[in-house]
């Protein structure tokens, strides 16, 4: 799955580490789902579309 | 930095490893001194059974408590790594013996099976777990 969280991230100026200590996870989990290695849980993906103001759909997309 | 979870286990799975490194040599000594049969054997053997058996259940509550999804994979495939080696190797001496080998792999084979298998999930989890510097 393609996603922006890498571009959404650098707009708001957060680190990778800034991100994670927010959503309560890990910097690598940031640095997975950026880099493509895993995929985000419903949950988590939705808690990452809350964060920056977006839908899913959005931030998220099939290859 | 370590997850609530992963703190949790990692305070309650030491002492538990570290009973393993004393049962096994003393039910190793038991046995040398007291030639045991029977059911008195299959409770020695068992003894060092112990410790890996709630290590295993541990490791279950990790797995079950550790929130972040990324962690709780990784965990899992490294798992699968360490569980894999310690499989073939037993499976390997296993067969050489049904095979009618008489002799041994190396000694206390089957006790560095479960200490190799910790070792190796741990070392591909730390690897695994590495990431470029945050930008």
Redesign the interface.
Known sequence: MNNRLKVLR?EKGW???ELADKL??????I???ETGK?D??LP?AFRLARMFGKRIEEMFEEE | MLSPAARRYKKTSLSVLVSYFVLFPLADYIALRTHPAGVELWLLAAMPLLPIAIVLVLLGRYLREEKDGYKRDLAVRCLLWGTAGAVMVNLFSGFLKIFGWKGQLFPFTEFFVFALMILAAKLSYRVADRVPADE
């Not at chain 1, 309560?24 to 989990?29: H, W």
Request: hydrophobic fraction near 30%; aromatic fraction near 6%; glycine fraction near 0%.
């Open positions: 650098a680190s990778q580490q309560e996870i890990s910097r690598q989990s640095n997975a789902i895993y985000p849980s988590l």
